[in-house]
């Protein structure tokens, strides 16, 4: 069975310009999350689908971030314009129930220069 | 609001000693679930346990041992007989239950594992 799968691994861009991630949950997991790691800090959350409905986006930190996630499959976080702050690693994970143990994929690494 | 404290920054082992990774959470529900994860450095976080805030009961898989401790608030993570493919860096992770409690995980800060040959 093919765990979470994200993409890009890694993505460099310069600071104004736009970086869309995208996630693809286990197949069935109804939850998907977006977290980030910024550089030396704690792994924050930044928002939760249940399928393709937003339950949670509490964390995510201005209006410059978009997720979707149209049919309730894969998911994109949209970064328009990217700041130099944004840089970290973006984790996205999925869980069938809500209070099951997540599953997340191998991250992304964005670096805004 | 939630807290999860793991002191310990960084852990250096030689292999075939046990090691113990701490975690001390803070939480204001009465339900809430624990989790450890591992990092290894390919990067991905690898799921290693959920324990139900009602079930005290220590786990053992392998080489790997957990002790929930309530009284403490204390949930802490210990490998026996390391190995050098046991080096990453855990993470201790907290989900409360309660009625309107954010369904989010929140993590602890990290520990680095090295094992040594």
């Known amino acids: 069975e093919a765990g979470v799968t994200q993409f890009p691994s890694h993505s460099v861009i310069e600071k104004g310009q736009t970086v869309t991630l995208r996630c693809d949950p286990i197949?069935?997991?109804?939850?998907l999350y977006w977290y980030r790691r910024v550089m030396g800090k704690e792994i924050k959350f930044l928002l939760h689908?249940?399928?393709?409905?937003?339950?949670?986006e509490s964390g995510m930190p201005n209006n410059r971030f978009l997720a979707e996630r149209t049919g309730g499959t894969y998911s994109t976080l949209k970064v328009q314009p990217a700041e130099l702050e944004d840089s970290g690693v973006y984790f996205c994970?999925?869980?069938?129930?809500?209070?099951?143990?997540?599953?997340f994929g191998q991250g992304t690494r964005l670096t805004v220069v | 609001a939630q807290k999860v404290t793991q002191a310990q920054t960084e852990i250096s082992v030689v292999e075939k000693e046990d090691v113990t990774l701490d975690c001390v959470y803070e939480?204001?529900?009465?339900?809430?679930?624990l989790f450890w994860y591992k990092q290894p450095p390919s990067g991905e976080l690898v799921f290693l346990i959920r324990?139900?805030?009602?079930?005290?009961q220590n786990e053992i898989s392998g080489r790997y041992s957990w002790n929930f401790q309530k009284s403490t608030s204390s949930f802490n993570f210990t490998i026996t007989a390391s190995q050098v493919v046991d080096s990453a860096v855990y993470f201790c992770?907290?989900?409360?239950?309660?009625?309107?409690?954010?369904?989010?995980?929140?993590f602890g800060s990290g520990t680095q594992l090295t094992v040594l040959p």
């Open positions: 324990r139900n805030s009602f079930d005290e």
């Open positions: 689908f249940v399928k393709e409905s937003k339950q949670d």
């Open positions: 939480t204001r529900d009465t339900t809430y679930y």
């Open positions: 197949s069935g997991h109804d939850n």
């Open positions: 994970a999925s869980s069938q129930g809500p209070w099951d143990g997540a599953f």
């Open positions: 992770a907290l989900r409360g239950r309660s009625s309107g409690s954010a369904r989010q995980l929140t």
